[in-house]
């Protein structure tokens, strides 16, 4: 029986490959298209706030934060996050989710933001955003927005657009 050997670690320039690798596995060439990828398009995600899982040093997990703003909250958008099939079910998704969450909250972020499935995210702390409040550059399924607010106005400031910020 092999034993795991799991470390969480920063993202770094070394992991580029793997990590675009482990995204175009999970998400195909469409992912390209949706508007939380037209948001990381504008502008780079922050290192300081993004992950990585290895296996026996293998990069098998990602999970990155670009800086955006909301409405008027200085805000972190969480995604891509994927996982290889080979390690899927395991928690080490829901593991970077956190400790992406808990890093951007010692950053002074406002929010975590992301657009994806409430059944997974939910249980992690996340809650729906107010529907249509706001706008992304591209069609996005209100219902999918969801947000873990770190400051205690942050659902009544999300209202208008989201892009990114530096």
Same mark, same amino acid.
């Given at each position: 029986? !092999? ?6 670690? #920063? ?21 390209? #298209? ?10 780079? !995600? ?12 293998? #990069? ?5 934060? #670009? ?87 942050? !659902? ?11």
């Amino acid at each position: 029986m !092999h034993k795991h050997d799991l470390v969480y670690l #920063t993202e770094d320039a070394s992991h580029d490959a793997a990590i675009e690798h482990i995204n175009e596995e999970a998400f195909g060439p469409g992912r390209h #298209t949706r508007a939380a990828a037209r948001i990381r398009e504008q502008g780079p !995600h922050d290192l300081s706030l993004s992950f990585i899982c290895a296996d026996d040093g293998e #990069t098998i997990a990602s999970v990155r934060m #670009t800086p955006v703003l909301a409405g008027s909250v200085n805000a972190h958008l969480l995604g891509p996050l994927a996982v290889r099939p080979s390690h899927k079910g395991r928690g080490i998704g829901r593991e970077l989710v956190r400790i992406a969450i808990d890093a951007a909250r010692r950053k002074g972020s406002e929010a975590v933001i992301l657009i994806g499935d409430p059944p997974y995210y939910c249980p992690l702390g996340f809650e729906r955003v107010a529907h249509n409040a706001l706008a992304f550059p591209g069609p996005v399924d209100p219902a999918r927005v969801l947000v873990v607010p770190l400051a205690e106005d942050a !659902h009544i400031r999300l209202k208008g657009t989201i892009g990114w910020r530096k």
